[in-house]
């Protein structure tokens, strides 16, 4: 059996359709093979499934058809076996009571995800278990089954994430808060994951200041112990819940659009201070030789993953937005007055932009946009 876990989170530009293209016309031909494909229930992966090819290979189970009671029992025994695990490695003893599982039982509300981001936050290396569930129930209950309504703000799920978030950074006055938002932003809104090292020096951040506040939300990220691999979040939901401001309630974490807005513009001030002057360049032999000088500068500096991003990413996070800042239109113009031959020739050296013209009429589309609107 082959899985395809999660195929309605694909970013590419609409991946699901060539995937299933693909399933539909090499499935028949591959003998003692099942492939079982997971999704939400997105209109576009639906009619791939319903089309020519997949219609008649397909047995589709629909995971809100199953009865709340069962989904419900499941959820009670990983609660019940997780934490009489965790309750042993720690020591402690009648702990959880039956109220207590059957209050987390109800609280999931049908989410396995709302039990697996419990137990990644009681599971803390430094704080007692018992004393964080006592947290949690003081956190409104829920008992809205999944798929049977919208998630709405104070669901158990959002009050969740919400109270994890407020217990990291109890103590945060507004400078603490503002960084605290950058880093999320970071975290939530790249559009490749970044390790901790990258979001450090895209961000101009002390590292260990970086990893403090992610270590400080760990329940809620899959955190390599090594500073150069990615870091992501452990489900889509935590995204989902920082980007609606129905459901983020809490300002200090809400991740508004604007926020794309800072990261383009760290991006543009990371490769104007990295990327060399083209117009100090007499001729392409030259400027090759520029860039091999700055790659390997780049690289000794551990700065190699973040102007990566920053190459790959600058334009992507800028057009998202209208919100064009004095900020961004000064460093805007030297990244296109002084930098942009240099980015192009690095962005091919590093093979981090597919296609650096598409790019480029992109922002050109993006500032005629902005400007009319003005």
Same mark, same amino acid.
């Given at each position: 059996?082959?899985?395809?876990?999660?195929?309605?989170?694909?970013?590419?530009?609409?991946?699901?359709?060539?995937?299933?293209?693909?399933?539909?016309?090499?499935?028949?031909?591959?003998?003692?093979?099942?492939?079982? =494909?997971?999704?939400?229930?997105?209109?576009?992966?639906?009619?791939?499934?319903?089309?020519?090819?997949?219609?008649?290979?397909?047995?589709?189970?629909?995971?809100?058809?199953?009865?709340?009671?069962?989904?419900?029992?499941?959820?009670?025994?990983?609660?019940?076996?997780?934490?009489?695990?965790?309750?042993?490695?720690?020591?402690?003893?009648?702990?959880?009571?039956?109220?207590?599982?059957?209050?987390?039982?109800?609280?999931?509300?049908?989410?396995?995800?709302?039990?697996?981001?419990?137990?990644?936050?009681?599971?803390?290396?430094?704080?007692?278990?018992?004393?964080?569930?006592?947290?949690?129930?003081? %956190?409104?209950?829920?008992?809205?089954?999944?798929?049977?309504? &919208?998630?709405?703000?104070?669901?158990?799920?959002? !009050?969740?994430? &919400?109270?994890?978030?407020?217990?990291?950074?109890?103590?945060?006055?507004?400078?603490?808060?503002?960084?605290?938002?950058?880093?999320?932003?970071?975290?939530?809104? +790249?559009?490749?994951?970044? !390790? @901790?090292? +990258?979001?450090?020096?895209?961000?101009?951040?002390?590292?260990?200041?970086?990893?403090?506040?992610?270590?400080?939300? @760990?329940?809620?990220?899959?955190?390599?112990?090594?500073?150069?691999?990615? =870091?992501?979040?452990?489900?889509?939901?935590?995204?989902?819940?920082?980007?609606?401001?129905?459901?983020?309630?809490?300002?200090?974490?809400?991740?508004?659009?604007?926020?794309?807005?800072?990261?383009?513009?760290? %991006?543009?001030?990371?490769?104007?201070?990295?990327?060399?002057?083209?117009?100090?360049? +007499?001729?392409?032999?030259?400027?090759? !030789?520029?860039? &091999?000088?700055?790659?390997?500068?780049?690289?000794?500096?551990?700065?190699?993953?973040?102007?990566?991003?920053? %190459?790959?990413?600058?334009?992507?996070?800028?057009?998202?937005?209208?919100?064009?800042? +004095?900020?961004?239109?000064?460093?805007?113009?030297?990244?296109?007055?002084?930098?942009?031959?240099?980015?192009?020739?690095?962005?091919?050296?590093?093979? =981090?932009?597919?296609?650096?013209?598409?790019?480029?009429?992109?922002?050109?589309?993006?500032?005629?946009?902005?400007?009319?609107?003005?």
């Amino acid at each position: 059996m082959i899985v395809i876990d999660a195929l309605d989170e694909c970013k590419d530009e609409d991946p699901e359709s060539a995937i299933l293209l693909v399933l539909g016309r090499s499935a028949p031909r591959i003998p003692r093979v099942k492939f079982f =494909v997971t999704s939400r229930p997105e209109m576009h992966i639906m009619a791939g499934f319903r089309g020519p090819l997949l219609r008649g290979l397909t047995d589709v189970f629909v995971l809100h058809d199953v009865e709340p009671h069962t989904v419900n029992s499941d959820i009670h025994r990983f609660f019940e076996h997780e934490l009489s695990k965790l309750a042993q490695r720690r020591g402690i003893e009648g702990w959880p009571t039956r109220g207590q599982l059957e209050s987390l039982r109800r609280r999931a509300a049908g989410f396995f995800v709302y039990a697996v981001a419990t137990l990644n936050f009681l599971d803390h290396k430094f704080q007692d278990p018992s004393d964080r569930l006592d947290m949690i129930m003081k %956190c409104p209950e829920n008992t809205t089954h999944e798929g049977k309504a &919208k998630l709405k703000a104070y669901t158990s799920l959002d !009050s969740l994430y &919400k109270s994890i978030l407020q217990a990291a950074f109890l103590e945060n006055d507004a400078d603490d808060d503002a960084m605290v938002r950058s880093v999320l932003s970071a975290v939530v809104l +790249a559009t490749n994951p970044l !390790s @901790q090292s +990258a979001i450090a020096t895209l961000l101009n951040f002390q590292r260990s200041r970086v990893l403090r506040l992610l270590e400080a939300i @760990q329940s809620l990220l899959v955190l390599p112990e090594d500073p150069n691999r990615p =870091v992501q979040l452990f489900h889509k939901s935590i995204s989902d819940f920082t980007t609606d401001p129905t459901r983020c309630t809490d300002t200090r974490f809400y991740i508004s659009p604007d926020q794309h807005t800072g990261l383009a513009l760290h %991006c543009l001030e990371l490769m104007n201070k990295f990327l060399g002057d083209a117009t100090r360049s +007499a001729s392409n032999q030259v400027l090759h !030789s520029e860039v &091999k000088c700055l790659l390997k500068r780049v690289e000794d500096s551990g700065t190699h993953g973040a102007l990566e991003y920053a %190459c790959r990413s600058w334009h992507k996070h800028l057009i998202v937005t209208n919100h064009l800042t +004095a900020d961004v239109v000064s460093t805007l113009s030297v990244f296109l007055e002084e930098k942009l031959v240099f980015w192009l020739e690095v962005s091919m050296a590093l093979g =981090v932009s597919e296609d650096p013209a598409s790019a480029l009429v992109a922002i050109v589309e993006w500032l005629k946009k902005v400007c009319s609107e003005r």
